[in-house]
Every structure is written in structure tokens, then in C-alpha cells.
């Protein structure tokens, strides 16, 4: 256990002064468990713009492409590590870590997620951090990150002005869920990490995160980005079906604290890189501020650019519980003080940002169905989307025993199975356009085509 190692003193030949980081500031690095997430892959990139080298690490084999090419030479993509397996931790700072190492543990499933499994949300978020804290000593690697969130604010804090102060001070005030019990379990390990053996660890308490990516995850503050996703599709501008009306899934009057993610970068790179001396608050933790609006705020700024958004409410049970829990608003106060950070997006402009790129990509998509939509009935079928395959996506050099149109049938069953939700032979506008957040045909393509072994084929492929 981890206490038991800190007992053991393996970290005692370290001090609290910080000097180590500016011995060597060519050595510093970073190592971020759980990269592949939406906060960890702009951290990745965020933390490579300043010069630092970056170990991108998260339990997936292969990690995004993208993610790699964000940070350029400076980074380092590693796979196949699960923050529950301390063994594939141990390997990872062994090979990177040291006592210049910075650590950012992102690994934690969202608020809904941990109410429907809490003992697999506690094995990760707590198991994981105490095995991230193992492996650190054992490499001499000081300086933990850890981002905590307004799910561990309860009924009893303050709803406006609200301090991560406020947590350390109320160690036993109820979060109200398992989620927000799971991140004060983190806390409790990192503050003996400090207290017992010279550790520097920082925790950013996050609001809801809003974005331009066109995929995210299921947590509670998330309606937001649903909404805005819906907004289009309501309207006829691309000449394609409309959606349904938006469900929103909370009380359309709760406030709830958000920021965008290029002001939370800023926020949690000024935190990392704070000198501890700076940082005046108990346990150095941060609230990172950003906007706060309630769902009818929103919908209001949603339809100065779609007047006609609608909406119903059907509430759902956890994530109006905990819209109902969380404050309304962050202290700003703290984190302008000591870290030199402010908020700059404020809601007209997140609105403006997040629709501006939903909308660009929903014309690039638009512009592939309606190619694809030979009989403009607004609906596709097995025949059209096969000749659009063979038509537009098989490329390049064919020989006379090995040609690309022999995976079309393949590429189109995938394709097929992916897109026939209903499995009647038919694809749907709505869920072309749903499937494409996270695809693309000429993906599927590159996919099949990289399934087939003969070698032949894997040389016409690349010319």
C-alpha cells in the first residue's frame, strides 16, 4: 500500500524548495495518464507550446494520430498503460520519470459514469491515483496534477464565490455522490504524499468543460454541448432533414459553473508551473473559472443564431441531481492572484466558437451524403453507398491479380453495419451526420484496406 511506502522514507532524500526544476530546465518533462481524453489531448499540446517535452500515456494500444502530431517532436505517445495496473506504471516512469518529472493524472471516468458503476470508478480514480503516487516515489518525481471537479461540492457549500479552500476546510461535508467521495479520496492521498515525504502535489478543480471537438463524453454539464450540437440540424440550410427537437436533461433555471477549454489550458499550465512559494492556498488548490448560464440562458444565445431551436425537458434523475448539488458560480479571486489567470470566453463568444465548427463540419458532411444520395430522397441505401465507395474512395494503382475495387464489398458490409442502425437497409441523414462525429468513410476505407495482408496490396496502397 502506499502508505507503507511512504513510511519506507523512499522519497526523504527529496526537499520542498523546488530547486530541482530549475537546475535542469532542458531535463523537465511531463508524463499525463489518461492523454486520449478530451482535457488530456489539449493538455498534451498546451504543455508541448511551452518547450517542455510531453509522455503521453492512456490504456488504449494505439493513441489518436492526431494526438501525436498536436505535439510535434516533443512528444512522446506510450500505450497499453491502465492506471490500474501498477505494474505498467512502474514500467512508464521507469523508462521517463525522474525527479524532474511533472505528472498530470487525468485518468477518471465523469460524474454519470461513476454513479452507474462507483466500485469500478472508485478502482480507477483512487485505486489509480494511489498507484500513480507508488510509481512517482519510486522514480523521486515530486510535483503531482490532479483535476478535481465542482461534483465535489455538496448541498451544504456555498452556491456563489465558491473556493477549493472551501473543501480542504470541510473535509467532512457530503459531495452527495460516489463521484465526488472518490475525488476527496484523492486529495487525502496526495496531502500525505506532501505532508509525509516533501511531495508537491496541485489540484484544479474544473467546471464544465465546452469545446469545439465534435465528440465528448456522458457527464452532467455536457447538456450544454448537446444542445449546441442540435442547433443545427434543426434548421434546413444544408437541404437535409431536419432533427427533433433538443431534450434537455436538467432544470432549464440551474446555473452551473462551465469554461472553455482554451481559458482551462491556460489555467492548468499556469498551476504547473507555478513556483510552490506562489501558491498561498491550503493544499494548492485552484477553482478554474470560467462562464456560468443556466440551460434557458443558453438556449437564449443559441437562437440568435438558429431562431428556431426547440427544446423539451425530460429530466434525468442523476444528471439533475447533480446539476442541483454543484454551486452556481467559482471564485475567480484565487487563481488571478496566485496564478495569473482570467477567464477570457464569455458566453456570446463560446456560443459563436462551438456552432462555427459544428457548422463547418456539418457542411463537409452534408456535401458526402448528398453525393452519396443519388436519389435525393434523403435517405441512403446499400447500392448508393457502394457505388460512391467505388466512385470516389478506391485510389490509387491497381495490378492485374490485386486490385482495390476487391475490398469494396468489405468496405461497404463495414460501413453497413455501422450505419443500419435499424438494420432495414436504409441510412438516415441524422444518423450519417451522428456517425461522421467520430468517423469518416474515408477512415473505414484505410481500415479495411490495412486488415488485408497481401503484400502486393500494401505496395499499390502507398503509391
Not at 471516468?109 to 498507484?131: F, H, N, R, W
Not at 448528398?370 to 457505388?387: A, F, H, N, Q, W
Request: charged share 25%; net charge negative; aromatic share 8%.
Amino acid at each position: 500500500m502506499l502508505s507503507s511506502l511512504f513510511r519506507s522514507g523512499s522519497l526523504n532524500r527529496l526537499n520542498s524548495s523546488g530547486a530541482r526544476y530549475a537546475s535542469s530546465e532542458s531535463a523537465r518533462k511531463t508524463i499525463i495518464i489518461g492523454a486520449a481524453g478530451a482535457v488530456g489531448k489539449r493538455l498534451c499540446k498546451a504543455i508541448t507550446d511551452t518547450g517542455q517535452r510531453v509522455i503521453a500515456s492512456d490504456r488504449m494500444e494505439n493513441l489518436p494520430g492526431s494526438l501525436k502530431r498536436t505535439m510535434g517532436e516533443l512528444g512522446t505517445c506510450v500505450g497499453n498503460v491502465d492506471v490500474t495496473d501498477q505494474e505498467a506504471l512502474r514500467r512508464l516512469f521507469q523508462e521517463y520519470g525522474d525527479e524532474n518529472t511533472t505528472v498530470w493524472n487525468l485518468a477518471a471516468p465523469l460524474s454519470v459514469e461513476t454513479a452507474l458503476d462507483p466500485a469500478v470508478a472508485e478502482a480507477v480514480t483512487i485505486g489509480g491515483m494511489e498507484k500513480v503516487l507508488t510509481a512517482m516515489s519510486e522514480v523521486g518525481a515530486r510535483r503531482i496534477c490532479f483535476t478535481d471537479s465542482i461534483g465535489s461540492f455538496g448541498s451544504s457549500s456555498p452556491r456563489t464565490n465558491t473556493t477549493a479552500r472551501w473543501l480542504t476546510e470541510n473535509p467532512t461535508q457530503d459531495p452527495g455522490s460516489d463521484y465526488g467521495r472518490q475525488k476527496r479520496g484523492c486529495r487525502e492521498l496526495m496531502s500525505s504524499f506532501a505532508s509525509q515525504h516533501s511531495g508537491d502535489p496541485r489540484f484544479a478543480v474544473l467546471p464544465g468543460v465546452l469545446h469545439c471537438n465534435s465528440v465528448w463524453g456522458n457527464g452532467t454539464t455536457e447538456y450544454a454541448l448537446d444542445a449546441l450540437l442540435c442547433a443545427p440540424h434543426q434548421a434546413t440550410r444544408l437541404g437535409l432533414p431536419t432533427g427533433d427537437a433538443y431534450v434537455c436533461p436538467i432544470d432549464p433555471d440551474v446555473r452551473m459553473p462551465m469554461v472553455f477549454v482554451d481559458d482551462l489550458m491556460r489555467g492548468l499550465v499556469a498551476l504547473q508551473e507555478a513556483e510552490e512559494e506562489d501558491l498561498k492556498e491550503p493544499e494548492r488548490g485552484y477553482c478554474i473559472p470560467g462562464l456560468s448560464f443556466t440551460p434557458n440562458e443558453l438556449f437564449t444565445e443559441i437562437r440568435k443564431h438558429h431562431p428556431g431551436f426547440g427544446f423539451r425537458v425530460e429530466l434525468d434523475s442523476n444528471m439533475n441531481k447533480f446539476a442541483n448539488l454543484w454551486p452556481d458560480e467559482l471564485s475567480p479571486t484565487e487563481a488571478s492572484r496566485d496564478l495569473g489567470y482570467v477567464a477570457e470566453i464569455g458566453l456570446k463568444a463560446m456560443v459563436e466558437k462551438v456552432l462555427g465548427a459544428h457548422e463547418e463540419r456539418n457542411v463537409a458532411t452534408a456535401e458526402a451524403f448528398k453525393s452519396m444520395d443519388v436519389e435525393s430522397d434523403g435517405v441512403l441505401d446499400r447500392l448508393e453507398i457502394e457505388y460512391y465507395v467505388r466512385r470516389y474512395l478506391v485510389r490509387g494503382r491497381e495490378s492485374y491479380g490485386v486490385t482495390g475495387q476487391d475490398e469494396v464489398t468489405v468496405i461497404v458490409d463495414k460501413l453497413m453495419e455501422d450505419l443500419d442502425t435499424n438494420m432495414d437497409g436504409i441510412v438516415s441523414w441524422q444518423t450519417f451526420s451522428e456517425w461522421n462525429r467520430s468517423n469518416t468513410l474515408e477512415g473505414v476505407v484505410l481500415m479495411v484496406k490495412n486488415s488485408f495482408d497481401t503484400p502486393e496490396f500494401k505496395v499499390n496502397k502507398e503509391m
